[in-house]
């Protein structure tokens, strides 16, 4: 096939233990699935079925080892969201709860920054989010650990700290909504394609940062991320 311009790189992540890298193809998120983290941002933490929004591939920045990212444009209130990402291997469409790990690849630590000031507004005059949440250098994400090296985690503590003073602390285990639930409802509305990943939400603790931060991400068992927010 011959291109009219030079494609754009295929952003990947490096996987635990091997040579080969892990292509991504897209990103869902899932929207408000720690109860104390919907409750700071008021909204009520009842077990309402999960939502999804989307961060480009482009968002997605390979943070194996401690990165520089520059503090994005647009925004005074810069924060982070801590998360679990989930990695799909097999895709499916309709996929069951029971069978929902089976197309789980593997596991890694991620973050989700947000100009949260660009968030609310948009979602207060009810236009879409996507500069709140889906610009370029927003999803930071670790190594991956395959599901079949590790298992398929149902409680870790998830951690981080900015500056070394710690902002975010919780556990895998207060998700709303389990991996497996997120899979099979998200297979409902889009057929799951190898490649996706899937980052599971924040707990409470979210708050702002600014240039010259450094943010240390940590899910037990899954290693942790490093990242210094640069002028």
Same mark, same amino acid.
């Given at each position: 096939m011959k291109l009219a311009i030079d494609a754009p790189p295929l952003p990947t992540l490096a996987i635990a233990g091997r040579d080969e890298r892990f292509p991504v193809h897209?990103?869902?998120?899932? *929207?408000? %699935?720690?109860?104390?983290h919907a409750r700071e941002m008021g909204k009520d933490p009842d077990r309402e079925p999960p939502f999804f929004f989307m961060k480009p591939?482009?968002?997605?920045?390979?943070?194996?080892?401690?990165?520089?990212?520059?503090?994005?444009?647009?925004? +005074? %209130?810069?924060?982070?969201?801590?998360? @679990?990402?989930?990695?799909? *291997?097999? *895709?499916?469409?309709?996929?069951?709860?029971?069978?929902?790990l089976d197309h789980v690849y593997g596991y890694a630590v991620g973050l989700d920054m947000t100009r949260r000031d660009l968030q609310l507004q948009a979602r207060d005059q009810g236009r879409p989010w996507e500069f709140g949440k889906s610009f !370029?250098? #927003?999803?930071?994400?670790?190594? /991956? &650990?395959?599901?079949?090296? =590790?298992? &398929?985690? !149902? #409680?870790? !503590? =998830? +951690?981080l700290s900015v500056n070394g003073q710690p902002r975010q602390a919780s556990d895998i285990a207060k998700l709303i909504w389990s991996v497996a639930e997120c899979v099979a409802q998200l #297979?409902?509305?889009? +057929?799951?394609?190898?490649?996706? @990943? =899937?980052?599971?939400?924040?707990?409470e603790g979210?708050?702002?940062?600014?240039?010259?931060? +450094?943010?240390? *991400?940590?899910?037990?068992? /899954?290693?942790?991320?490093e990242m210094r927010v640069t002028g």
């Open positions: 897209r990103v869902f998120c899932v *929207g408000r %699935n720690y109860a104390a591939a482009a968002a997605v920045v390979d943070a194996a080892r401690p990165v520089a990212v520059p503090y994005p444009s647009k925004t +005074t %209130n810069y924060q982070h969201e801590i998360e @679990l990402v989930v990695a799909i *291997g097999r *895709g499916g469409r309709d996929i069951p709860v029971a069978t929902a !370029a250098m #927003s999803a930071p994400i670790g190594v /991956l &650990h395959r599901a079949q090296d =590790i298992g &398929h985690p !149902a #409680s870790a !503590a =998830i +951690t #297979s409902d509305y889009e +057929t799951l394609q190898p490649g996706d @990943l =899937i980052m599971t939400g924040t707990p979210v708050k702002a940062v600014v240039a010259g931060d +450094t943010l240390r *991400g940590e899910i037990a068992g /899954l290693g942790s991320i």
